[in-house]
């Protein structure tokens, strides 16, 4: 089992629509949580961050964590064609000396 | 401006011929670390280093040595590069202790022929 697994897509979805982007992980005593944009050829760049159970808003990003069942997601509403991009979900693992990538999912917002 | 910053950009080299790829960072940064992205792989950490002088290996760090004399720089040596090593490189730091998100430099793609 990877330690951080995504659904690697593509994902596509029309403008404006709903995109939902998934991940479970295998640490249990994992404690921080990213999601980070990647265009191609670029660096990563953070979106969101989340720490406790729950939802966190940002704008039309929503990020969900469900600790017992090792799950996280990013919904991304009113999606728009600059959108498309890679998103990496990344954790940290137990002590947060290592922050873990799952392999990332590609998202195409078709206008 | 705060910021992370990996030299070179791009680098083409042959095998066997030793190379080094900078990284500095001016946000005071406890932690930095080194990732190789590759299609399908995702990010892999190569080297971290939890502060000066301190480092420690990450899931793929044969080939690579790292050291870090200085807080601010962080950088990755290639003692003899190998075509397997042909990927694209990231430096990121971020402040020690939970809840510090990852910053990254601009990336260096490496091909080794």
């Known amino acids: 089992q990877k330690e951080v697994e995504q659904n690697s897509g593509p994902l596509s979805v029309p403008e404006g629509a709903i995109a939902s982007l998934n991940c479970t992980y295998s640490d249990r005593g994992s404690q921080s949580f990213f999601w980070y944009r990647q265009y191609s050829g670029k660096s990563p760049e953070l979106i969101m961050s989340i720490y406790s159970n729950g939802d966190k808003e940002d704008g039309r990003f929503t990020a969900q964590l469900n600790k017992a069942s090792q799950y996280v997601s990013l919904l991304i509403r009113d999606s728009q064609p600059s959108d498309s991009a890679t998103y990496l979900c990344?954790?940290?693992?137990?002590?947060?000396?290592?922050?873990?990538f799952g392999a990332g999912t590609r998202l195409f917002v078709k206008a | 401006e705060a910021q992370v910053t990996q030299n070179p950009r791009y680098l083409i080299t042959v095998t066997g011929k030793k190379l080094t790829v900078t990284c500095s960072q001016n946000m005071n940064h406890e932690y930095m670390s080194w990732y190789r992205q590759d299609p399908g792989l995702g990010l892999r950490q190569i080297y971290y280093?939890?502060?000066?002088?301190?480092?420690d290996k990450g899931d793929v760090p044969e080939g690579y040595k790292v050291s870090r004399k200085e807080k601010r720089n962080f950088p990755l040596i290639l003692e003899s590069p190998s075509p397997n090593q042909t990927s694209l490189y990231f430096c990121?730091?971020?402040?020690?202790?939970?809840?510090?998100?990852?910053?990254f430099g601009n990336g260096t793609r490496l091909t080794v022929t």
């Open positions: 280093s939890m502060n000066v002088e301190v480092t």
């Open positions: 990344a954790v940290d693992n137990t002590g947060g000396f290592k922050t873990i």
């Open positions: 990121a730091s971020r402040r020690s202790g939970a809840n510090s998100p990852l910053h």
